[in-house]
Each structure stands twice: as structure tokens, then as C-alpha cells.
């Protein structure tokens, strides 16, 4: 006859591995989105083409949508507004220049070419409203 003791180990053992299981299934199937607080952390973007100032919570601007690194403008309804930087040259909010990649890095090498062009972008870039370079001279 078999000993009790061992039975009552094999059942708890599988007890474990079953729990285990299960709990890494729950976990993985969580969604992972930001706490709701984040919703209302405001961020100011710019339209790229008028200029425009907008100053709105995160949450809001995700419901507007996002396509390319743009957000919608609630006024226009394009994909037009960006990150504001400071120019200085003037002190002036303008857009923050992006480089559209056709895909993401895939190594290091990409990265620093893509970098590069980064850098070379912004030694290039005019302030619309100054039309001077955003390049600080010091």
C-alpha cells in the first residue's frame, strides 16, 4: 500500500506547479497600461504648419490619436502636431524637427547612421518664426 505522507507531497507538488501555471498565465494576459494619474500630466505640442500652441492632458491627446509621432489637432483634424522646442536664437516655441525612419534601428550601426543624420538635421534646421539656426553657438 502506498504511503500517505507521499501522496500528500505528490498532490501538493502539483498543486504548486498548477498555481504557478495559472498565475503566469494571469500575469501575461494583463493588459500593461499606464496608471490613470499619467491621464492627466499635461503636454504642450505645436501644429508644424501654423504654429498653433496647444497645451492638453495625456489622456486627451491619446484620444485624439497618434500617427507617425503626430497628434491630431482637434481644431483641423490633421496629424500636425509635434513636440515643442525652445529656439535660441529667439526664445520662441517652435517644432522639434523629426526624422521619419522607414523601420526601427536593427543594430547598432543603423542606430549611429541614423544618429548622425539626427545631428545633421538638427545643424540644419531654421527657426520658422526667426529663420535662424537652431544650432546654439556658444
Given at each position: 500500500?502506498?504511503?500517505?505522507?507521499?501522496?500528500?507531497?505528490?498532490v501538493?507538488?502539483?498543486?504548486?506547479i498548477?498555481?504557478?501555471?495559472?498565475c503566469?498565465?494571469?500575469?501575461?494576459?494583463?493588459?500593461?497600461?499606464?496608471?490613470?494619474?499619467?491621464?492627466?500630466?499635461?503636454?504642450?505640442?505645436?501644429?508644424?504648419?501654423?504654429?498653433?500652441?496647444?497645451?492638453?492632458?495625456?489622456?486627451?491627446?491619446?484620444?485624439?490619436?497618434?500617427?507617425?509621432?503626430?497628434?491630431?489637432?482637434?481644431n483641423?483634424?490633421?496629424?500636425t502636431?509635434?513636440?515643442?522646442?525652445?529656439?535660441?536664437s529667439?526664445?520662441e516655441?517652435?517644432?522639434?524637427?523629426?526624422?521619419?525612419?522607414k523601420?526601427?534601428?536593427?543594430?547598432?550601426?543603423?542606430?549611429?547612421?541614423?544618429m548622425?543624420?539626427?545631428?545633421?538635421?538638427?545643424?540644419n534646421?531654421v527657426?520658422?518664426?526667426?529663420?535662424?539656426?537652431?544650432t546654439?553657438?556658444?
Open positions: 500500500m502506498k504511503d500517505p505522507k507521499k501522496i500528500a507531497q505528490v501538493v507538488i502539483v498543486l504548486v498548477i498555481g504557478s501555471i495559472w503566469g498565465v494571469w500575469m501575461m494576459s494583463r493588459s500593461r497600461r499606464a496608471p490613470e494619474w499619467t491621464n492627466d500630466i499635461k503636454y504642450e505640442r505645436i501644429d508644424e504648419n501654423t504654429l498653433e500652441l496647444m497645451t492638453l492632458p495625456a489622456g486627451q491627446w491619446e484620444s485624439l490619436g497618434e500617427k507617425g509621432k503626430k497628434y491630431k489637432n482637434p483641423t483634424g490633421t496629424f502636431m509635434v513636440p515643442v522646442m525652445t529656439c535660441p529667439c526664445g516655441k517652435i517644432p522639434v524637427p523629426y526624422l521619419r525612419p523601420q526601427a534601428p536593427r543594430n547598432p550601426m543603423e542606430l549611429q547612421a541614423l548622425k543624420q539626427e545631428r545633421e538635421a538638427m545643424a534646421y527657426c520658422p518664426k526667426c529663420e535662424q539656426s537652431t546654439a553657438s556658444r
